[in-house]
Nanobody
Framework: QVQLVESGGGLVQPGGSLRLSCAAS????????MGWYRQAPGKQRDLVAT???????DYADSVKGRFTISRDYAKNTVYLQMNSLKPEDTAVYFC?????????????WGQGTQVTVSS
């Protein structure tokens, strides 16, 4: 069974930085896509960033140039470096694994970590 445990959330002032970490345990494949989603109160859960290989990353337009996703394959850990944070970045951030085996999709989610950007 795959388990994802996030850490690193908290309260930060606008313009500040935070680094989220997500440690995955269980059977993790290098071909798994790992990423981050976020959900603000009353809104849907949206993709923030994903990494599918060391050279393949994708970002939501709203975070491009401010957030950086990275992955340590040896530690099965994914990170999200968030710089120049804005109040609209406030949300619960969820770690996510997306896996395809024989055409079937498997998804795994962490429990979420709160990020609050406020002065």
């Amino acid at each position: 069974q795959v388990q994802l445990v996030e850490s690193g959330g908290g309260l930060v002032q606008p313009g500040g930085s935070l680094r989220l970490s997500c440690a995955a345990s269980g059977i993790i494949f290098s071909g798994d896509a790992m990423g981050w989603y976020r959900q603000a109160p009353g809104k849907q859960r949206d993709l923030v960033a994903t990494v599918t290989s060391p050279s393949s990353t994708d970002y939501a337009d709203s975070v491009k140039g401010r957030f950086t996703i990275s992955r340590d394959y040896a530690k099965n850990t994914v990170y999200l470096q968030m710089n120049s944070l804005k109040p609209e970045d406030t949300a619960v951030y969820f770690c996510h694994i997306d896996r395809y085996i024989s055409g079937r999709r498997y998804e795994y989610w962490g429990q979420g970590t709160q990020v609050t950007v406020s002065s």
